[in-house]
């Protein structure tokens, strides 16, 4: 069955949001949870030594870690500015050589642009789009060298119009892959997204694995909240986790639910959680993850 | 049996975008329906002969006609400055005004507020967005005063989180209509932004429709195609018309599909009309039509 994992970021918005990396593998391990996913930023700010003792901890605690994050305004890949790019390449291949260094092996996210990117027209029109896609191409050309010697699998997130317009669905995604042509180019799909964007998500999830390209599974409910969240839900799940079982994918599958009002980035508006304290959020994600393996049997 | 609508935004990056009021009208009764929805410019520009002789000309040909379209950051009624919102409260009585002349009775859009503001804030709270709703529920209690005189159902829409972050679900919608007491407050809902927010669709219909509140409904795709386009969904549209039939709701329902890549207010990136041309895109809004009285029948 897939290994379940828990998203550092469903603490944004709580007193644990700076826990730091070890609280963070505790509270996953808490809510039942093998795969720990947390940002870039720690793991490139740690010396060697904090590596070695990480990843040990990481080992000994039974876990998995992945690692999730993209680009900004400052290091877009995807930048018309060649300096911008530039820092872009630089920063991927050090997040690369930190996750080599962890042994974590699959990086997803906004890694192929900047996240929250809108298009600088005021008609975005397919050469527009393609212009952008082609300098994204021309930085992944050289960064996924950098991943294949790592061993990384570069998992380009497919998101929903709001926050990106170069890959919003999986045929765009699968196509994007296609076109960098290496091995390690892979997606990460998400229920969230997908819910906006694919005709079907179950058609989605399996087109991309028939493909070679699904590297990586996020999933929540259609409002982020955790999978199966008091039984209600948009969702067609036994829909969904029969299209992982029946595509064969064996990735992993990580809960990236966000329940708290607060950060604008992520554009919650209202508490979804009923006020829970960290004990009950920890509860919420237990529940989610039980219910994942239940639909997964 | 509810009346079918067609939204002229559906033509939003053709070149009917701006054919005019006539043209729409003959575009939609060309696509089966029977209630067309425009925005206010065209009909606040209207003189008192242009207003009289279109009215004529939508009753002759059978049709009803229904009016969407909120504020900008230039007329936000709920903006922190009182002259942005003095010029908002006077540009919804031009409108209702106009509404009424033309025998419109339903004003749906983010009319209570400015469309895409984000809160101007690092971390939205609860006061804020209080301060903000105070905002709008002050500038709505003069408003409304006209809506009633004029005979027009005022309905808020409920959007989803990246366009608004006043009223995303139908429960935050019913409240500020009971906050402001008048029985013309009532609320757009929308299966696209439903399929983000709620909790589930068809409960938020009933609860709206159950308060009393329920006052115009918007549908498309999760991806905003065309109701039941090529049988490929996401939505669960025997449960959403189930509900709608269930509930007693007896209003217009509008379809509001973005099928062309361009406009990027909308945020779709990619052409989802296989390169339709007009007679093709009126095919589409006829298919639509029919699929969702289909469902209602």
Redesign the interface.
Known sequence: MNKIGLHNAYWL?TEMVDAGVYKWMELAKQANCEVMEIGTAEIVAMTNAERLEFKKAVADAGMILTINDGFTKDDDIAAEDPAVRRRGIERAKRILQAMYELGADRWSGINYSEWLR??E??????DF?AHVRDLSLESMREIIKTAEDCGVDYCFEVV????Q??L??AA?GVQFCEDLGSPRAKLLLDTFHM???????A?AIKFAQSKGRLGHIHVG???R?VPG??G???M?WDAIMGAVKESGYEGYIIMEPFMK????TI?????MSHGADIATMVGYAKDGAAFLRSKLA
Chains 1, 2 share one sequence.
């Open positions: 918005d809108h298009p027209v005021a008609t975005c029109t397919p789009k929903n119009r709001f926050e317009f170069l919003n669905t765009e819910n906006i964007e694919e005709d079907n998500i058609d409910e259609s409002n909240r969240f008091e209600k839900t948009n067609d009002m607060g950060a604008t554009c919650c508006w209202r508490d």
